[in-house]
């Protein structure tokens, strides 16, 4: 018997809000004053599915630095007081971002699974009034493992008190679909940032917000 889709679990960066763009800048600006140059394309071949910290590790990885601890918190939140600067006075809520979360609202229960600081999350939510349509979010440093890994989507299952067959996600990168499929999920991508070819793990794929619908997730197979 098909499992009904009770619940949506939305990624946040790239899929309701353009803040990639600003998360690339912000760690420009910190990784600048190392003498370290992130271009636009190694961030969004090599980093975009990371959380901060798997970000900063990744790149100390790459460069051969030493991290600790102290460093690593050092670097994130200097990212985060660049990052917040620029989203306390800018609207990154894609368009048609709020209709879709309206609509779907009506009819499931709705949540967040973010590799992005839940300061950060609530921050732009609150400036678009749309904070009270989620029941929850799962955001950076609330599981053990952070994306690809499953952790963030076994939570949010967990916490709509849902089999994670009975939530559908939506992702706009390989590693968010990773974690979604690992975790059970049924899983949508969108192709806000990267193209359909690699999206091809998503059970189905949209073109923008605008095509998530209701219909379109009792037409989807289980």
Do not use: N
Request: proline residues 5%; aromatic residues 8%.
């Amino acid at each position: 018997m098909a499992t009904l889709i009770s619940a949506i679990v939305f990624d946040f960066d790239g899929v309701l809000a353009d803040s990639e763009p600003l998360h690339l800048a912000a760690y420009q600006e910190v990784l600048s004053g190392l003498g370290v140059t992130l271009t636009r394309e190694e961030y969004y071949e090599s980093y975009l599915g990371y959380d901060d910290a798997g970000v900063f590790t990744a790149l100390a990885g790459a460069h051969g630095w030493e991290m600790d601890d102290v460093k690593l918190r050092t670097l994130i939140a200097e990212k985060g007081r660049v990052f917040d600067a620029v989203i306390e006075t800018t609207d990154v809520i894609y368009p048609g971002a709020a209709e879709c979360i309206e609509r779907l609202s009506a009819e499931y229960a709705l949540g967040i699974a973010s590799g992005a600081l839940r300061p950060e999350i609530e921050a732009i939510l609150k400036r678009a009034r749309l904070d009270r349509h989620f029941r929850f979010i799962v955001a950076s440093g609330d599981t053990p493992r952070s994306k690809p890994a499953p952790d963030p989507y076994l939570r949010a299952a967990a916490l709509h008190a849902l089999a994670p067959a009975a939530c559908l996600a939506i992702e706009d990168s390989h590693w968010g679909i990773v974690s979604a499929k690992e975790a059970g999920l049924s899983c949508l991508g969108i192709t806000t940032t990267y193209p359909r070819g690699e999206l091809t793990m998503a059970d189905h794929i949209i073109d923008s917000l605008a095509e998530f619908t209701p219909e379109l997730i009792r037409s989807l197979k289980r």
